[in-house]
């Protein structure tokens, strides 16, 4: 798999090319769902002219359809958005884009990023990069396949309980969700605000280091982003790594807990000791994070109305019609579900009874993590239960798809940095992930962990 | 007796206060959309483009905190903003941003002067912040939306049930008018809707224990729609009350022109707005410090300055017209404390009459920045005092100074309308006067005890000296002639 420094002093437009090529060379696993080739033609022969420079000078990329970024619609993969061209672009693609790198296209995801397969995208799923009759993760599939099959060394994604790291622990490659308010946030559709995070997927985790040091920082157009930390933090010292027990259980695939041992061995041999840990508020999680989440998501997805922009139903008769058939109409059955959730938590009389109720309980997870931290550098777990399951398994099942979600959703409820790296394959050659989750702001030394195993 | 007079009313009043801010409460657009294009100072942000976030506007924290101290509140030292959920086409991102649950401004008061001169308090139950929504115009068929407004920084003050007359109600919005003005917190300009006032009535009778079923009159933008609502509404709720009917809980309008109110929603209506914390907004942490640094900046409010007049012995009426307008109320207690009482006084009289022309009760304080130097007031008050002026000519040259001019004794130099209090001067012209053949028929008059026949006398003298003589000198001098 290619690497951003194979791409470094070579020509853009070439690069550009050949990553077009590629991209339409794999058009079956619908990973894309457009191109932005006359941008990126036009921007790489600034490149090759010297006009534009910097540390990702001609390398391409791709982002997740969330990201407002020129050159294609930005669809959100729903219809409510299909012709949707962004006046602006996100804050994270304006600055990958100061450093030279070239977004050569917009990748798939469930809808508005709700779901875990990019089966909920209204224009198809996205194939998995080692079985096509499988899923590629999500919500950010299609960035997690085009950077396995070495479309792009890189591309972005968000992750709002799991949406980078479940995708590229399907696919085999390195994902990682940021201490919230790393990145900012501006300029990406919002799912929920208090866990919506931006990062990115690569082939190693050097790569995704440098790629997040560019993108990461304060934006005055995000006020809940945190000053730079990225490289100023105290280096891993405890030199113990937690195991949690509760991933370890039945539950999990077999296969799943040999691999996330295997990579515990590899941590020993670094010299790292590991303790299985209790991380018991993690079985209230998917709780909170099924409260939270979509109240969140139902009052940040009430603008898309069919007043200003976006789908607008056809020959309505009275304002409530408008809202009622546009919104039916371009949101996908999993993002009105949420909507629904989310409504009904936060209506007079409920508020307190799960939103507030949820809060709570998220603190006393945060507590928990909190005191885990005194202790040990980083937690070690799986990704996922499952390696990447069939197209159209759980699609019937709202529960057992939400289920798969419960080892990804505390470190987001937490906001707290996890990585997702590549453990090798299943006996069947599905792409296997194991997760570290770090303290706040310790992003750059799980990086670092995960690239001194990839050297073992 | 007549029947309302079994009955007592309770108001409570909402008070949107628009705040002086260049931009919006989130987002860099010009926040001065008066006669605007409509659309054309929206943002990104206010439009409700996907990605947006909010950015607060410090300065408008900062007026928040001003407010504060003219309402007599502790200012939170954490305060929050929420999501109001709701969908209207004014409304861009289908919640309006507020404060729900921690509101910057805390309990506090207002005293508002009543006719007879005692003072009403009113309590605040809290003021929060929040964003304004865009306006909505009907067409045969179709709507068109104005988001030229939405986003614009509001605070709304929310008072307790407190007052029990249509005149206390004028009173206290009257009053949290002036204050707002005057902490610098708004531009006060009711025409543009700066203030507008939620009036939440019931009735009940005398004595009762419990309050009568209430209606909120929505959108009242003057003071006088305030009292006439009020007023209007009492007589309504009674007459119903009378009838044996039961008062709807519900929303009304105000008919400025036919001076009604109209029903326009009832509370089976009433919307779930799914409060939620913002969380795109992180918490307002003030700190006493940064709070006192603040409102170090909030100048002298109304009750103080009247405090300060009451020495004067100034009628209601002056105080009102001085206070409506800042400048004026500035200047005239600049010139009691350099200068004294008689010659604030003076000038205080001069500000009052300048201001009869406008109807103070609305006052629309477009401030336009009074530039007359103190100094000049003073000197000009001094002369007066002198009789070195008449007070018709002070008038005169007060005016002038309004309008621009400086050093009022070269002005009246200038246009010769200085006094001559010199004794020897006018003794001269007395001289003349009394030795005018004239002038004899009168003189034998007074000395035949008709003294009113002394007028015709100091009337030559003023003509000779054309006009600049002290008449009450001349008078003087005249009778010791004689």
Not at chain 1, 6 to 26: H, Q
Not at chain 2, 146 to 159: K, Y
Not at chain 2, 218 to 224: D, E
Not at chain 2, 457 to 470: I, R, T
Request: overall charge negative.
């Amino acid at each position: 798999m290619s690497k951003i420094s194979d791409f470094i002093g070579k020509s853009a437009v070439e690069n550009v090319k050949e990553a077009l090529r590629r991209a339409r060379e794999i058009e079956e696993y619908n990973a894309l769902l457009s191109l932005t080739e006359e941008r990126a033609l036009e921007r790489a022969a600034r490149v090759d002219a010297g006009e534009i420079s910097g540390r990702l000078a001609g390398v391409p990329f791709v982002v997740k359809d969330n990201f407002l970024a020129f050159g294609a619609p930005t669809t959100a993969a729903s219809k409510m958005l299909e012709n949707f061209n962004a006046p602006l672009q996100a804050t994270a693609v304006e600055k990958l884009e100061a450093e030279g790198a070239i977004c050569i296209g917009k990748a798939n995801l469930d809808a508005f990023a709700h779901g875990g397969s990019t089966e909920n995208s209204a224009f198809g799923p996205t194939k998995n990069a080692a079985d096509e009759t499988r899923v590629a993760g999500g919500s950010s599939g299609g960035s997690a396949v085009v950077t396995a099959l070495d479309v792009v060394p890189f591309a972005l994604g968000t992750d709002t309980g799991g949406s980078i790291r479940q995708p590229a622990s399907f696919n085999g490659v390195v994902g990682i969700k940021p201490t919230y308010g790393a990145v900012s946030r501006y300029g990406v559709v919002a799912m929920a605000s208090s866990t919506d995070t931006i990062g990115c997927f690569a082939t190693n985790a050097e790569d995704t280091d440098l790629v997040m040091e560019i993108m990461a920082g304060r934006d005055d157009k995000d006020m809940t982003t945190l000053p730079d930390f990225w490289n100023n933090q105290p280096e891993f010292a405890k030199k113990k790594i937690g195991l949690v027990k509760q991933c370890m259980t039945d539950d999990v695939d077999a296969e799943v807990r040999q691999k996330t041992l295997d990579y515990a061995e590899k941590l020993k041999q670094l010299g790292y000791e590991i303790e299985e840990v209790d991380l018991s508020m993690m079985q209230h999680s998917l709780a909170m994070y099924y409260i939270i989440v979509p109240a969140e998501l139902s009052s940040n997805l009430a603008r898309y109305d069919g007043v200003r922009y976006g789908h607008r139903a056809a020959e309505v008769k009275t304002l409530a019609e408008l809202y009622g058939r546009s919104r039916n109409e371009g949101f996908m059955t999993e993002n009105k579900r949420r909507i629904m959730i989310g409504s009904f938590v936060l209506s007079s009389g409920f508020f307190d009874a799960y939103y507030m109720q949820a809060q709570k309980a998220r603190t006393l997870l945060i507590d928990e993590f909190k005191k885990l931290f005194t202790e040990y550098d980083a937690l070690l777990m799986p990704v996922a239960p499952t390696p990447a399951f069939k197209i159209g398994e759980n699609a019937s099942d709202p529960i057992k798809m939400y289920l798969a979600d419960i080892m990804t959703v505390p470190a987001s409820l937490a906001g707290l940095p996890a990585v997702s790296a590549p453990v090798g394959n299943s006996d069947e050659g599905l792409p296997i992930g194991v997760q570290l989750i770090g303290d706040y702001k310790s992003d750059k030394n799980l990086l670092k962990l995960v690239s001194e195993v990839e050297k073992i | 007796m007549s029947v309302y007079d079994d009955y007592e009313m309770t108001i409570g009043i909402e008070c949107h206060v628009q705040l002086a801010t260049k931009t919006k409460l989130f987002s860099p657009a010009d926040n001065d959309a008066r006669d605007a294009e409509p659309n054309s100072k929206t943002h990104q942000i206010d439009f409700g483009l996907p990605g947006m976030l909010p950015v607060l506007n410090k300065h408008a924290v900062e007026l928040a905190v001003r407010a504060g101290k003219a309402l007599n509140s502790p200012i939170a030292h954490v305060s929050r903003f929420d999501r109001k959920h709701y969908f209207y086409p004014d409304l861009p991102k289908g919640y309006q941003t507020s404060q729900m649950y921690n509101p910057i401004i805390l309990a506090g008061y207002v005293d508002a002067p009543l006719e007879d001169g005692s003072l009403k308090r009113v309590r605040i139950d809290h003021a929060h912040m929040e964003e304004d929504a865009g306006k909505l115009t009907h067409h045969d068929g179709y709507s068109l939306v104005d988001l030229n407004r939405a986003g614009t920084p509001l605070i709304e003050i929310v008072s307790e049930p407190d007052m029990h007359s249509a005149e206390e109600a004028k009173a206290y919005v009257s009053e949290l008018h002036k204050l707002m003005v005057y902490a610098g917190v708004t531009y006060g300009n009711l025409y543009h809707g700066n203030m507008r006032f939620d009036v939440n009535i019931s009735v009940a009778k005398k004595g009762a224990t419990e309050l009568g079923k209430r209606a909120e009159i929505k959108n009242l933008n003057s003071f006088r729609s305030v009292e006439r609502a009020a007023e209007y509404e009492f007589k309504r709720q009674v007459d119903i009350l009378e009838r044996g009917e039961e008062v709807v809980q519900e929303t009304r309008g105000w008919n400025d022109d036919k001076q009604i109110t109209i029903s326009q929603r009832s509370k089976e209506d009433a919307q779930d707005y799914r409060y939620m914390p913002d969380p795109d907004i992180p918490p307002v942490v003030l700190t006493d410090e940064v709070i006192a640094e603040i409102q170090s900046k909030v100048p002298m409010l109304p009750g103080e300055y009247r405090e300060k007049w009451s020495a004067l012995n100034l009628d209601k009426s002056v105080i009102n017209s001085l206070l409506s307008n800042q400048d004026y109320a500035q200047i005239t207690l600049e010139v009691q404390e350099k200068s004294g009482e008689a010659s604030a006084k003076r000038v205080a009289h001069w500000f009052a009459s300048a201001l009869t022309a406008s109807d103070e009760s609305d006052a629309q304080t477009d401030n336009e920045s009074i530039r007359v130097a103190v100094d000049d007031l003073i000197e000009l008050a001094e002369m007066t005092e002198k009789s070195e002026v008449s007070s018709t000519n002070a008038k005169e040259l007060f005016n002038e100074l309004l309008a621009g001019a400086k050093n009022p004794r070269k002005l009246a130099e200038e246009k010769n309308l200085l006094q001559v209090s010199d004794e020897s001067a006018i003794a001269a012209i007395v001289d003349e006067v009394l030795n005018d053949p004239a002038s004899a028929a009168s003189i034998a008059d007074i000395k035949a005890g008709k003294d009113k026949a002394i007028g015709y006398l100091v009337g030559q003298v003023m003509k000779k000296s054309k006009g600049q003589a002290n008449p009450s000198l001349a008078q003087k001098l005249i009778r010791e002639k004689l």
